[in-house]
């Protein structure tokens, strides 16, 4: 089974041709093999891929509750269904049927779907948060990267502090406050963004995110100095993040190396990688150094 849904998965279905193809052969195989919950998997799977919604669930609404679990297929099974139809309470179904205990149902939901839906994903994440006492770390992370797309950053911060009260040694929840406490401004919160944040760099002290993040906090606080000084460590690696190298544009301008300044800038627009902070480079090299 692995082996044919390998295929699937791997098969160039750029052209009618190929498509035709692999189709007839599934399909043919359909009507031959004893095995149908297995024709009924793959052909699923098939569908899937092709976006075909409503020939894929017509396999997929074959497949019994013995055959997934016998064969592991209830994530994968899960999956498809919320691509075919969006139906969540059958993939929560079959979710909690497996033996996966470090999530809950609605974690895994909410991570299926983060790329297609992000939407979606943010509401039952934040939901998971308010109503789940002991939400998964991944979950406040997460959160954090869609909230502040689509909630409040009072919302954000309140739900980010449950993190961190949950998870008082884990430096990305401690980054990810820190900074957003800095980002949006938060003045009446700086001082407990630097605690933070400082006890990050004392878990995790090589992390040049989490440098990133002291220093934009202290750029925002308008000590420039020691902004400048909490990038040593980003500056000693090879700089591949737009967020990261806009900041230390935004701090060599403050402290009127513009030349450093430019530099830093282009890289961030170079890199592409933070849309952002790729904006808010161009925006500067078109006002201030007249870059087209």
Do not use: C
């Amino acid at each position: 089974m692995n082996v044919l849904r390998n295929l699937i998965l791997e098969y160039n279905l750029e052209t009618d041709e190929e498509k035709n193809k692999l189709k007839n052969t599934f399909e043919l195989f359909y009507e031959r093999t004893e095995n149908k919950e297995f024709a009924d998997y793959l052909l699923g799977i098939f569908y899937t891929r092709l976006e075909e919604k409503e020939k894929a669930l017509i396999h997929l609404n074959n497949l019994s509750l013995d055959f997934l679990k016998e064969n592991e297929l209830l994530i994968i099974t899960a999956a498809m269904y919320l691509q075919n139809s969006l139906n969540l309470q059958k993939a929560k179904e079959l979710l909690e049927e497996s033996e996966i205990t470090e999530f809950t149902s609605n974690e895994i939901i909410a991570g299926m779907l983060i790329v297609e839906n992000d939407s979606l994903s943010f509401s039952i994440l934040k939901n998971e948060i308010r109503e789940n006492p002991t939400p998964h770390i991944s979950t406040f992370i997460r959160y954090s990267f869609l909230a502040e797309k689509y909630d409040s950053i009072e919302n954000l911060v309140s739900l980010m502090e449950k993190g961190v009260k949950l998870f008082p040694n884990d430096a990305d929840i401690l980054n990810a406050l820190g900074y957003l406490i800095a980002k949006n401004n938060m003045e009446q919160k700086y001082s407990y963004a630097e605690t933070l944040l400082k006890k990050a760099l004392d878990i995790d002290p090589e992390n040049e995110m989490i440098w990133d993040s002291l220093a934009w906090l202290y750029f925002k606080m308008g000590e420039t100095k020691k902004a400048i000084k909490a990038m040593k460590i980003p500056l000693t690696k090879k700089i591949e993040n737009s967020e990261i190298a806009y900041h230390l544009g935004e701090i060599y301008l403050k402290l009127n190396k513009k030349n450093k300044a430019k530099k830093y800038l282009k890289l961030a627009v170079e890199l592409g990688n933070e849309d952002e902070s790729v904006i808010l480079s161009n925006k500067l090299l078109k006002t201030l150094f007249k870059e087209k």
